[in-house]
């Protein structure tokens, strides 16, 4: 039973655009929701992470927006580049455990 | 700071047999972790530790045994290999900022 749903699976944006990527929960206990990248042979990055008494961090190009009443997350890549091509994960925290969505492999075409 | 090791890199083993996957920090982080890694599923947790001589399971430990005598190491013993066990399998350490974890390469490991 997934306890984070993450979508879509895959996107694809062209350079410049903005990358949406969704996440939703149902265990009110978790306490922290991160981001990572993950790029080909390499183990995931720490991108950003969002407490849930906060609706919005924004750092650099990269925005997560929380909707604690809806229980759901997004990350907004803006202006989109070839670089950010990679694997994107969502997570939730409680009781030292890390609990993942099932990933976003976003490709940005030049 | 080489950050977290994993050792080996590659491995093929047989059902039924075991090994142990290594892993190593030297950022003197108290939490260490491991997981597994399936295509369209995510990172699954197997076991974690908050500190030496403390661990507990995750979402997946059927299998799985782990021990922490010292804070830098936290290796990952298959008892007896399935192929259900063939993935890709993680190792991260943090402070106890778990939501900020650091990744070991990874071990991709095939079992026949």
């Known amino acids: 039973q997934q306890q984070v749903k993450q979508s879509p699976q895959s996107l694809i944006v062209q350079k410049g655009g903005i990358s949406i990527i969704n996440c939703a929960y149902e265990n009110t206990a978790f306490d922290y929701f991160p981001w990572y990248q993950q790029f080909p042979g390499k183990g995931p990055a720490l991108l950003i992470a969002i407490r849930p008494d906060v609706s919005e961090k924004k750092e650099g190009r990269f925005t997560i927006s929380f909707n604690k009443s809806a229980k759901q997350f997004s990350l907004h890549i803006m202006d989109s580049q070839p670089g950010d091509s990679a694997t994107y994960f969502c997570a939730a925290l409680s009781n030292y455990q890390l609990i993942w969505g099932a990933g976003t492999k976003l490709i940005i075409k030049p | 700071n080489a950050g977290v090791t994993q050792t080996p890199k590659f491995q093929v083993l047989k059902t039924g047999q075991s090994m142990t996957l290594q892993c190593a920090q030297d950022m003197n982080h108290e939490y260490m972790s491991w997981y597994r890694q399936d295509p369209g599923m995510g990172l699954r947790l197997i076991h974690y530790?908050?500190?030496?001589?403390?661990?507990d399971q995750g979402e997946v430990p059927n299998g799985y045994n782990v021990s922490r005598s010292t804070t830098e190491d936290f290796p990952l013993r298959l008892l007896s290999a399935a192929p259900s066990q063939t993935s890709v399998y993680f190792c991260a350490s943090s402070t106890f900022r778990v939501s900020e974890q650091y990744f070991g390469p990874g071990t991709r490991l095939t079992v026949t």
């Open positions: 530790s908050v500190g030496a001589g403390i661990t």
